[in-house]
């Protein structure tokens, strides 16, 4: 234990607090089982780190990865056990899901130790549904999606820009220092390598293909038990995807050229769904025939796109891409019969200066939105306006 001690306190020391991610704020932190889930490389464990450093009493908070080598011959319940009978107060496990069994171990560490309070974090959404336990009514959980443009900026810059409702930006009162920069360049630059954390990395698009590879080799096949074949022909079938995005479903030509059976494929795309590769842009419907009705496959965000497609993507796609990955975080869309999208029944097209409002002329409330307009005007809102919402 006294490792697992040592190991935190260094994690803790290399942490940055300059800036932290706006779900900080949403979390019930004084829950007694918070749940943060989120794709590989989004920043849920320095979320964990930063809120230790910056509000809890060090003494009586533990970090541990699930997969340190302390847990091949120690249980979890014993090590939460133990850390509460030396006075401790909160304890934080990230990839949890790394951990054999480790839904019933926090089950039991939430019903026996009553005092002793439990966040974990997953990297991959797959392996937190198969826990064995049911959590649902014990849990609080929240979802991290990759960076805003907003988040993007205040990181690249050191600026303190605030994030704004959906109404506050149809409205073009988003605020833009204009004076210091120009935001399409900084959005542009956005869409190619902004949306990961680690996007000053100079090896960028080496990490993110690694993280890509990471979550179709590793994560999805070992959540569906795949065998190697399988997991090759869900990598073929991301790749397909990627160039030829957005994706109308076509089970029938995906069978005939990657050789998934039509039964199957429905499964693997819900895989990438979930485990934060891609999108998928559903039909405005009722009840359980929402979730039958697939409209548009969509990457989860640009930079995926620039990452592995094989050429440069087309403007169109990463439009409409980087619109739904920002709307989706709080708001519920789909797809609309007059245009692009539909947000509580609002109708938006999105495209490029050449964009007329012909399509949407007949909607009761709709907005054109443009990549390249620095300003709103009236019904015509520019793009990067939307990287405010969060």
Do not use: C
Not at 7 to 23: A, N
Request: no cysteine; hydrophobic share 40%.
């Amino acid at each position: 234990m006294e490792t697992l001690y040592r190991t935190f306190k260094v994690q803790l020391e290399h942490t940055s607090t300059e800036f932290v991610r706006y779900l900080h704020d949403k979390i019930a932190w004084n829950s007694r089982l918070i749940a943060i889930t989120g794709a590989r490389g989004v920043g849920k464990t320095t979320l964990l780190l930063q809120h230790i450093k910056l509000f809890d009493h060090l003494d009586e908070s533990l970090f541990v990865t699930a997969d340190d080598f302390y847990f091949t011959s120690h249980r979890l319940f014993d090590l939460a056990y133990r850390f509460y009978n030396n006075g401790g107060k909160r304890l934080y496990i990230d990839e949890v899901h790394k951990y054999k069994g480790w839904s019933t171990e926090i089950k039991n560490i939430y019903d026996q130790i009553p005092g002793l309070s439990v966040v974990y974090t997953g990297s991959s959404v797959l392996d937190l549904e198969k826990g064995g336990a049911d959590l649902s009514r014990r849990k609080v959980e929240y979802q991290l999606p990759g960076l805003s443009f907003r988040e993007y900026l205040n990181i690249l810059k050191g600026w303190k820009l605030p994030a704004y409702s959906l109404e506050d930006i149809l409205a073009g009162k988003v605020e833009f220092p204009y004076a210091e920069e120009r935001p399409i360049k900084l959005f542009k630059d956005y869409l190619v390598s902004g949306y990961y954390p680690f996007f000053s990395d100079t090896e960028y698009y080496l990490r993110l293909r690694s993280v890509i590879r990471q979550m179709v080799e590793v994560d999805i096949p070992v959540f569906a038990e795949m065998n190697v074949a399988s997991s090759v022909k869900l990598k073929k079938l991301l790749y397909a995807l990627a160039q030829s995005v957005p994706f109308k479903p076509n089970y029938a030509k995906l069978e005939r050229d990657l050789g998934i059976s039509r039964n199957t494929l429905p499964d693997y795309i819900n895989y990438l769904e979930k485990a934060g590769l891609v999108s998928l842009l559903r039909e405005k419907a009722e009840g359980l025939k929402l979730l039958e009705k697939v409209e548009k496959i969509y990457l989860n965000n640009t930079n995926i796109a620039y990452a592995i497609s094989e050429s440069v993507p087309d403007m169109g796609n990463v439009r409409e891409t980087v619109f739904f990955s920002w709307m989706r975080v709080g708001h519920f869309v789909t797809s609309s019969p007059v245009s692009d999208f539909e947000i509580d029944g609002r109708t938006f097209e999105v495209g490029g200066k050449n964009k007329t409002t012909r399509q949407i002329k007949n909607a009761a409330e709709g907005y054109l939105v443009k990549d390249d307009m620095e300003y709103a005007y009236r019904n015509e809102i520019p793009l990067w306006m939307f990287g405010f919402v969060y």
